[in-house]
């Protein structure tokens, strides 16, 4: 019986982490990314796997059909983040910053993304030149 009270406990639990999340990436989706929602979630979870070839890949085709959109060009700028930091690279680091920097400016960009983006690129500024 126990074991069953725990089982549920942590479903229970992981379906709040998911429900949390989801309402994160809400604020940070304006209506036409969500139109691409699923896909962007997708790029997301290759990022969060550590699979960064593949997660610049999607972004990349994303941004290929949805040249506009906010949220893939904050998802490559945090893949390119990512292997910034894999490879000690003040190249990668200069294309995040980059692109962290183009988020804002996105036409119809969310408030939350917007302050995410800067405060990120603020951050890896003050990283440049240490890497390399």
């Not at 982490?17 to 969500?34: G, W, Y």
């Not at 036409?107 to 240490?130: D, G, I, M, T, W």
């Amino acid at each position: 019986m126990h074991g069953s009270i725990l089982f549920v406990t942590g479903k229970v639990k992981k379906v709040k982490e998911s429900m949390a999340k989801s309402k994160k990436k809400d604020l940070i989706t304006n209506s036409e990314d969500k139109k691409i929602r699923k896909k962007l979630d997708e790029a997301d979870k290759l990022v969060d796997e550590g699979d960064y070839d593949a997660a610049l890949k999607k972004y990349d085709s994303l941004l290929d059909i949805f040249p506009d959109s906010p949220r893939a060009l904050f998802g490559r700028a945090q893949a390119e983040d990512k292997v910034a930091e894999k490879w000690k690279s003040n190249e990668w680091l200069q294309a995040c910053i980059d692109s962290y920097g183009k988020v804002p400016t996105q036409r119809n960009c969310p408030k939350e993304l917007k302050k995410q983006a800067l405060l990120r690129q603020a951050n890896r500024l003050s990283f440049y030149e240490v890497y390399d």
